[in-house]
C-alpha cells in the first residue's frame, strides 16, 4: 500500500500524520457541514449552514449574557467531598480531580452575578463537560445559594440547564438536591423575583424533574434533547418506535412543556425582555 504513503530522504511518513492544517481548524457538524473554527466561535458556535447549535459552557454563556463579560463569580471555590465513599471503576475523589483537571472547573455549575443590558442578574450555568454536568450536593449547593443572592439583592435569576441528571455517586445526597433547589425557587417567587429557565443540550434526569422546568418562563435552543428518560431507554422499555424528534425541544414546545426556543444569537436580548415584562419595567433595547 505505498501509495498511501509519503517518501522522503528514504523516511515513510503515513499520510493521515502529514497534515498542512492544525487538528481542530475546522469543525464538522453531525449534518456534515464544515466551518472555520474561528468562525464558528464568531457565530456563537452555532453553524451558520444548518444551524446546529454546538454544545458550550458556562464560560461561553457568561461571555454570552454579562456584558463586556464582566461578572462577580460566586462561590467559586465550593468542591465536592465523599461523604459515602463511593468508588466504581475509580474512587470518587479520584474522579472528581480528573475532572477538575481536565476542564479547570471545580464542579458541574458557575454561578455568577454582573449586568446582562445594563441592569444586575444572577446566572447559574452548568457544565456537561465535568462528570456529565451531573448534580451533585456543590451544585445543588450553588444553585442555592445563587438563589438567596438573587433574593437578599432583588435580582432575577437565570438558570442554564445542561446535565445529564443526578450524580450517582452521592446517590441520595444528589436526590435531595432536587427539593432544596425547587423550595429555593419557592422563595424566590415569594419574592416576586423572576426566574428564567434556558434547557440546552441535554437538560435530563433529575435537573428536567426540578429547576429546570419550573421556570417562570421555560425556554430552550432548537433541538435540545430535554427529557426525564433518555430515548434509548424510552424506547427499551416500551418497545415501541418513537416519533420523529422525540425529546427535542421542538417537540417539547409542541407538547407544551417550553414557552419558545430561541437562538442563541436572540437568547440575551429575549431573557431580558422577559424579565422587564414580568417586572414590568421599561422594556431595555
Known sequence: MAWFKRKDKGIQTPTEEKKDTPKGLWYKTPSGKVIDTDELKKNLYVSPEDGYHVRIGSHEYFELFFDENTFVELDATLTSKDPLKFEDTKKYPDRLKAAQSKTGLKDAVRTAVGKSNGKNIVIASMDFAFIGGSMGSVVGEKIARAIDYAIKNELPFLMVSKSGGARMMEASLSLMQMVKTSVKLAQLA????????????????????????????????????????????????????????????????????????????????????????????????
Open 190 to 285: 415569594e419574592a416576586k423575583l423572576p426566574y428564567i429557565s434556558l434547557c440546552t443540550d441535554p437538560t435530563t434526569g433529575g435537573i428536567t424533574a426540578s429547576f429546570a422546568m419550573l421556570g417562570d418562563i421555560n425556554i430552550a435552543e432548537p433541538n435540545a434533547l430535554i427529557a426525564f428518560a433518555g430515548p434509548r431507554i424510552v424506547k427499551d422499555t416500551t418497545g415501541k418506535d418513537l416519533p420523529e424528534g422525540f425529546q427535542r425541544s421542538e417537540f417539547v414546545l409542541e407538547h407544551g412543556f417550553l414557552d419558545a426556543i430561541y437562538e442563541r444569537k436572540q437568547l440575551k436580548k429575549q431573557v431580558n425582555l422577559y424579565i422587564d415584562l414580568i417586572q414590568n419595567q421599561p422594556i431595555r433595547a
